[in-house]
Every structure is written in C-alpha cells, then in structure tokens.
C-alpha cells in the first residue's frame, strides 16, 4: 500500500471466529454471532455446517455478513438436514489478500473424513512450511496462510479415520507453527477450539442451554443469549463432543530453549480492536477504555471547552478523559454507519472522500470552542489530519490531538493490517513534527505505563510489540524443516499434559 492512502480507519484486525455444537438452531446462532464479530473483519463472511455424523456444508463470499447471507445460502445451509453444529469466520486480510478463495471457512478432507477451518491471527514463518509442503506434492487452492494449518495437518495424519483423529491431526499442527492463532475447526464428531501458547489472539468458552460455543469475544455470546465459562488459556486445545469439552495443551516450546511461552496478549484488543462490551482478563473492555481517558487527561491535561471522541472505539476513552478534567464531552462526530466495504472505490479520489463521508462534525458542537480530540492510536495520520481540517472548517478554534496509546513505531506480524515501518508515522517523526503534519494545536500520546496500568494487569502479561519492537515470537524465527511424516509420532497421541476431562465439563 502506498503512503499515504487514507483510510476509514488506520489499523485493521484480521478475523473474528465462531464455533457452536449440538443445538438445533446452530446454522441461526452463527450467523447472527457473526454480526456481532462483524467489526473483527469485513472482508469475507462463512459458514460451515453439518449434521451429526453427516457431510460438512460451507458457504461463503466476500462482503458484509448481511450481504453474503442472502436467502438463497441460507436456504442451502439449510438443506444439510437438522444440523446442529457449525463454525463461522469473519475475515480482513492480511496475509493472503482479498480473493473469494481466501474466505472462510476452509474445506479440508484428511483419510475421508472432512473438516472446515476457522482461523484469526497470523502464522509466522508460515511460507517455509508452505514450501514443505510442496515438496511433498501438496497443492493449494488459496494464498492464506490458514490453508497451510490444514494441509499440514492432512500430512501428519493421513490415517485419521474420525473426527477425534483429525483433531489430534490438527492439534499435532498447531505445535509445528508458530505465531499468533484462534482457532476452531469442525468435524462430523466434534468441534476443536484452540489458542495459541503465547495467547496473543482472544478465544472465549460459553454454554447455551446443552450447548456448548467458543467465540473471539463474549460480545458474541451476548448476542445469541449465551454464558460465558472463560477464557480459553494460552496453549490450550478444547475438544467438545457430545460428552462436553476435554483440554489439553499443546506442546510449543518458548523463544529460548528450555523456557515455556509467556502469556502476551495483544493489548490492542483493549484498545481498539474489541467491542466495548466485551471483556477479557476479568475487565470490560468499555472501562479499561474510560480509565485510558482518565489517565491521558492526568498525563495530558489542556485548556479546552469540549472533549470528542472518534467513534466509535475512543468514544469511551474521551468520556474518561472528560470525566477526570471536567471539560464537558459532547458528540462532535457523526459517523455514517450506513457505508459499507463496497463504497471502497480504487481510484485515489474516492479513498480521498472517503473520510469525509464516514465521519462528519456537528457545527454546533465546534464552533467557536476549543477541542480535545480524543482517538484510540495514531498510525499513519491521514484519517486524523482529515478530521482535524474538517474540525477547522467546520469553526473550531482550537484542536488538541489526545491519543490513547503510545506511538505506533513498529508493524505487527501477527495478524494485523499495520504498514511497513517505513510508512508508520511515528518511525519517522518526532512527537512535533507528528502534530505539524496532522495539523493539531498540540498532540500527545498516553505513555506505555499508563495504557498498561489501564488494564489492571502487568506489563508481561501483554505483546507490545508494535510500540517496543520487542515481539513474543520474533518475526525473523522460520521454523525447522517439518519433521517427516514417517518419523512423526503417532498422530494420535496426546500431548504431554494428557487430555484431561475439564471438571466444569460434565455438569
């Protein structure tokens, strides 16, 4: 992507997962879930089916939820019988592009057993075990690196003769990859959810009724009435059948020799990515982001008559920062929700315009007075210094850029559209130089310890990358050659930890 190219909003998560087993209305539930994850990906849309012991049914396209879900997929979904099972999947590309071939779910089939793969995150190293393959004489069908979790797994279970058996496949996978991973899978015998070591992706266990539902966020099982259970730990795999959830861990050695994997979630997800009605770690996302504000506003105070959030992820940010200095918070944006992906046009103009039209200030609120504009991250700074002249024009005498994160200097390789280094504004500039080119009064940014502090845990528990350049699983790490399929272990032995039936599973 050039530098420069402006876009509705600056950084851009890749996928959002789903998983339900054994309720009558699966096909329903996962596609009203997936209008509640519809912020994780916009791209493509999907879902797989079947019914218990029956053939998997995938449909899905490039677009909206509402715009791939029409009447006429629906009603083939619908075709597979009384399913009661299925997995779903939103998707932004970043690795892999934005062909129809790279929606998912994926369709694989290992020893005549099929399976379809839902996955969020980002492989790294991905293209060496993609070269292995070849080697061996696998072909692909698409550019995503989730294709190579499936072949991979293929190869290293050719003899898997049941659900439970690709599952193993899958899980012995997952422990020859490494970088950022939510994943679930769906087989006529069961459903396997898994995390990987380090955490970085979110993947959350509930119950509705008899069944059981894993989702990136709980916001998804607000939507379809379901309980949230908890997290899935970092490491961890869960097979759900008819008899419940069984855990185990999978086998990934740590960054150093000897040493486990350190939990590192993406702090992102507090920041920007997740729906303020979400909740990880034991906190809401929607007050972790007031408690931002709070502390930009004791970091960064200023004299100003209104505070204004960018919607929708630093509204809750700007009412903390309103909260804690007393300036009144008002909404001084109006977004247009009404803009889809398919107004994205390729031609410069249109990119150009496109900010304008998804955001909008109200004169009345502005005019005259001087603003705090409050925004979750500043990246490449041409969405923000688009909203800045508009601000202006619209007869604000003041604007004062406030951001709740520390300046973004690195990408992030593990599942998020950020830009190369090169065109990252802060790896460029100096905090003044940044407001001259966004054009702000004065700028600021709330500093690591703060955004940290916000969350209510420690600074380890997080990756930080994209601030610090200090990444969990370094982006220069290539796995080994992939082991051999005949010097693999049995493909169906469990990992060291055993799977052990969860406690909580059997009630």
């Not at 009558?24 to 996962?30: E, I, K, Q, Y």
């Not at 909404?331 to 929700?337: E, T």
């Not at 007075?369 to 210094?385: A, C, K, Y």
Request: aromatic residues 6%; proline residues 8%.
């Amino acid at each position: 992507m050039a530098p420069g190219v402006p876009f509705l909003r600056e950084v851009r998560e890749e996928c959002g997962v789903f998983g339900i087993w054994r309720h009558p209305r699966a096909v329903a539930l996962a596609c009203q879930a997936l209008y509640a994850l519809q912020h994780r990906g916009q791209d493509s849309a999907g879902i797989a089916t079947c019914r218990p012991g029956g053939p998997l049914v995938v449909e899905k396209g490039n677009g909206l939820v509402a715009e791939v879900f029409t009447a006429s997929r629906l009603a083939r979904l619908a075709a597979v019988g009384p399913a009661q099972a299925a997995v779903g999947h939103v998707r932004y590309a970043t690795t892999g592009g934005s062909r129809p071939e790279n929606a998912q779910p994926l369709l694989f089939t290992t020893a005549g057993v099929p399976f379809a793969l839902a996955h969020n995150g980002q492989l790294v190293g991905s293209e060496g075990v993609r070269a292995w393959l070849r080697q061996r004489g696998v072909r692909f069908t698409t550019t995503s690196d989730s294709e190579v979790l499936g072949r991979l797994a293929e190869q290293l279970a050719p003899g898997a003769g049941d659900g439970e058996g690709v599952a193993r496949a899958l899980v012995a996978a997952l422990e020859r990859v490494r970088g950022a991973f939510a994943i679930v899978a769906l087989t006529p015998a069961g459903l396997l959810a898994a995390r990987d070591p380090r955490g970085i992706r979110p993947l959350v266990l509930g119950r509705l009724g008899p069944a059981w539902v894993v989702a990136s966020e709980t916001c998804a099982f607000d939507t379809i009435g379901a309980e949230t259970v908890r997290e899935v730990a970092p490491g961890e795999w869960l097979w759900i059948d008819d008899a419940g959830p069984r855990a185990g861990r999978l086998e990934a050695p740590g960054e150093v020799p000897g040493e486990s994997a350190r939990p590192a979630f993406c702090i992102f997800e507090y920041v920007y990515f997740a729906r303020p009605d979400s909740r990880f770690g034991g906190r809401s996302v929607y007050e972790v982001r007031k408690e931002l504000g709070r502390r930009l506003a004791r970091e960064h105070p200023v004299a100003a008559d209104v505070v204004i959030g960018v919607p929708d992820s630093s509204l809750p940010v700007a009412a903390g920062y309103s909260e804690e200095s007393g300036i009144p918070h008002e909404p001084g944006l109006v977004k247009n929700r009404y803009v889809g992906r398919t107004f994205l046009r390729p031609d410069p103009r249109a990119r150009a315009e496109s900010v304008r039209i998804k955001l909008n200030p109200v004169p009345e609120v502005v005019a005259g007075r001087r603003v705090v504009l409050v925004d979750d991250s500043l990246v490449r700074g041409t969405t923000v210094r688009r909203l800045v002249r508009a601000l202006r024009e619209a007869g604000a005498s003041e604007v004062h850029l406030r951001i709740a994160a520390p300046p973004y200097l690195h990408p992030c390789y593990y599942g998020v559209d950020t830009a190369d280094r090169e065109e990252l504004l802060a790896a460029r500039h100096r905090v003044e130089e940044m407001r001259r080119v966004v054009e702000a009064d004065s700028l600021h940014f709330l500093s690591l310890e703060g955004m940290v502090a916000a969350t209510g845990q420690p600074l380890a528990a997080f990756c930080l990358g994209c601030f610090t350049g200090r990444y969990p699983v370094s982006p220069e790490v290539i796995p080994g050659p992939v082991p051999d399929v005949a010097g693999v272990p049995a493909a169906g032995r469990a990992p060291a930890s055993g799977r052990e039936d969860v406690p909580w599973a059997r009630s």
